[in-house]
């Protein structure tokens, strides 16, 4: 070892060519965001502070306030009058008429259908233990991650209500031990992920970043495993990769992609109960 | 950017100037600083030049269109390259799966790039590097490259004692070579 390491250091050291430099160079130029206005920055928002107030201003002392009633509070002039509501157009008057018998009618207290009662069945025995995991997860990541999480949560457990009752059995021996990584990089799930036994994974990662960096995760996703995965865009931000791999190879190698992207996180990572034989 | 300036600031600092602010200036910079240590990391990783300059401008190409979203708190910029840089070198073997890891010959290092003495010792290394499992592979010359063993684990994605087991079993691979020989 120490005469490779010797070598390694004697070895003359290649350096990038200078063609190499000039192209990333230039499309470093190239693809460099316009530079920011300094003065715009600094002053803008007090200069639209100042004009909107003189406009503002100039409006009252043209029109002039009118005085309150003195018997009428504000909000009685705020309130439509009966003849006004009347005025409303008749289709507008039908609908809203239509809605109060819908909800007349409605028994809230009625069960739900059978459908429904067993989809909230599963979602009772299979969240909480869920939520458990991802509260205690959720309590190692740091501020800007948390919502998304809280908003995977939200989609799962509408997906979970929409699936057949076929494929909730399967979607519930996929939330096994619910081992979910103290942090949520990337880079650590990977290494998380590289000391377990060899069986399928259930991937959910959280990505935040632009539309353009989107295409270039999705672009490597594909590229590095042949895993099946399904995006999902939450909230123009938030990018959720459900995965499934057959193997703990297919899911570092995903993981190994995504570190390219620091702002990747792993929401998730679910050991499927079979062992890959 | 003053001349100051431009060698106390960090490289996360360099790196947002450029993202935020389009200071190409900052960029240059960065790129300066890394882009002989990186290029020399991937010649010696794929054995080829040419191979060598393909993903360095991917890697750099990488850095540029990523340099929005590179947060500080993961790890180094310079860890971060080496990420990339080792992925892409992984990318690479993968499409050249029946070649042999590196063939001498194929090297085509430019004529003047190096002495003739320089050009042993660099044949040397590489047959050398080439003798190992890539993975001790990996975890040496990111060690010799100056990376610390959490720095590799992050870098290759595995445990610490992953690491040294594969630093333990590339210093016997090679005591046994040298005993065979």
């Given at each position: 070892m120490s005469d490779l390491a010797e070598l390694y250091r004697r070895a003359p050291n290649v350096k990038s060519p200078p063609g190499v430099d000039q192209q990333i160079l230039a499309e470093a130029r190239s693809r460099a965001p316009a530079p920011r206005r300094a003065w715009l920055l600094q002053w803008g928002p007090a200069v639209s502070i100042v004009c909107v107030g003189i406009i503002g201003l100039t409006m009252v002392l043209r029109s002039g306030v009118p005085p309150l009633s003195e018997n009428a509070s504000p909000t009685d002039e705020m309130m439509p009058t009966t003849e006004q509501s009347q005025q409303l157009p008749t289709g507008l008057n039908a609908d809203v008429g239509d809605l109060s018998a819908d909800i007349a009618a409605a028994d809230i207290s009625a069960p739900v259908s059978a459908e429904e009662s067993s989809a909230d069945a599963f979602a009772r025995d299979t969240l909480p233990a869920t939520a458990q995991g991802q509260v205690a997860a959720l309590e190692g990541l740091s501020e800007d991650v948390a919502p998304a999480v809280r908003t995977v949560e939200k989609v799962e457990q509408g997906a979970l209500r929409k699936l057949s009752t076929a494929d909730r059995a399967t979607a519930r021996s996929a939330i096994?031990?619910?081992?979910?990584?103290?942090?949520?990089t990337a880079l650590t799930a990977s290494r998380w992920l590289s000391e377990q036994k060899d069986t399928s994974y259930a991937i959910r990662l959280a990505v935040s970043t632009s539309k353009q960096d989107l295409e270039n995760l999705v672009a490597r996703l594909m590229e590095a495993t042949s895993m099946a995965i399904l995006l999902e865009a939450i909230d123009g931000q938030w990018l959720l990769v459900h995965g499934q791999a057959g193997n703990r190879k297919d899911a570092v190698a995903l993981l190994g992609r995504l570190s390219?992207?620091?702002d990747a996180k792993v929401v998730s990572i679910k050991a499927l109960k079979q062992q890959v034989q | 950017m003053g001349t100051f300036a431009k060698f106390t600031r960090s490289d996360a600092s360099l790196l947002q100037s450029y993202a935020k602010s389009g200071d190409v200036a900052a960029f240059e910079t960065l790129y300066g600083r890394h882009k002989d240590a990186l290029f020399n990391y991937l010649f010696r990783s794929l054995g080829q030049f040419a191979a060598a300059e393909e993903i360095a401008q991917e890697v750099w190409m990488v850095v540029i269109k990523q340099a929005g979203s590179y947060q500080k708190r993961d790890a180094t910029l310079r860890a971060w390259l080496y990420t990339i840089g080792r992925n892409k070198v992984i990318d690479f073997q993968r499409r050249r799966v029946n070649q042999a890891y590196t063939d001498i010959g194929d090297a085509a290092i430019p004529d003047s790039a190096l002495s003739a003495e320089q050009r042993v010792f660099m044949d040397q290394l590489l047959v050398q590097l080439n003798n190992l499992p890539a993975e001790q592979r990996d975890a040496f010359m990111l060690q010799q490259e100056g990376f610390s063993h959490k720095e590799i684990c992050k870098i290759t994605g595995v445990g610490s004692e992953t690491v040294k087991s594969r630093l333990r079993y590339a210093r016997a691979s090679l005591k046994q070579r040298v005993g065979e020989s």
């Open positions: 096994a031990d619910n081992s979910v990584p103290p942090d949520q390219e992207f620091p | -």
